[in-house]
Nanobody
Framework: QVQLVESGGGAVQPGGSLRLSCVAS????????MGWFRQGPEKEREFVAV????????YFADSVKGRSTISRDNNKNTVNLQMNNLDAEDTATYYC????????????????????WGQGTQVTVSS
C-alpha cells in the first residue's frame, strides 16, 4: 500500500518560512517524480513545484519561483519543499504527489500525471 505523508505545515506570519516534508512508502520512490500542489480556500488544486526522479530537474510555479526550493533524498524516501517570504496568498493545504512522465507540455502541472497523493498539510499565513 502506497502512502505519502506530509508534515511541516502550520501557522506562520507574513514574511516567514516553512519547510514541508513528505515521506513515501510502498513504492519505488526513486522512479517517481515528486510534486507539490496546494489548494486554497475555494480554489482549485494548483501546481507548486516538482522534482525529477533523481533530483536533477526542478520546476516551480511562477507564484513561488525564487522563494522556494524543492529537494529529495531517495535514501530516505523524502521530498521537501522550503518556502520563504510567505504571504496570505500561500495559505492552503499542501499536498505531495508521486507521478511519472507521460509526455506533453508541462506534464508536471497536470493532476492526472500523479498516481499517488498524500492527505495534505495545512499552511496558514496570517498576522
Amino acid at each position: 500500500q502506497v502512502q505519502l505523508v506530509e508534515s511541516g505545515g502550520g501557522a506562520v506570519q507574513p514574511g516567514g518560512s516553512l519547510r514541508l516534508s513528505c515521506v513515501a512508502s510502498g513504492l519505488s520512490f526513486g522512479t517517481y517524480a515528486m510534486g507539490w500542489f496546494r489548494q486554497g480556500p475555494e480554489k482549485e488544486r494548483e501546481f507548486v513545484a516538482v522534482i525529477s526522479e533523481r533530483g536533477l530537474i526542478t520546476y516551480f510555479a511562477d507564484s513561488v519561483k525564487g522563494r522556494s526550493t524543492i529537494s529529495r533524498d531517495n535514501n530516505k524516501n523524502t521530498v521537501n519543499l522550503q518556502m520563504n517570504n510567505l504571504d496570505a496568498e500561500d495559505t492552503a493545504t499542501y499536498y505531495c504527489a508521486a507521478g511519472k512522465y507521460r509526455g506533453g507540455s508541462q506534464w508536471y502541472r497536470k493532476l492526472t500525471t500523479y498516481d499517488y497523493w498524500g492527505q495534505g498539510t495545512q499552511v496558514t499565513v496570517s498576522s
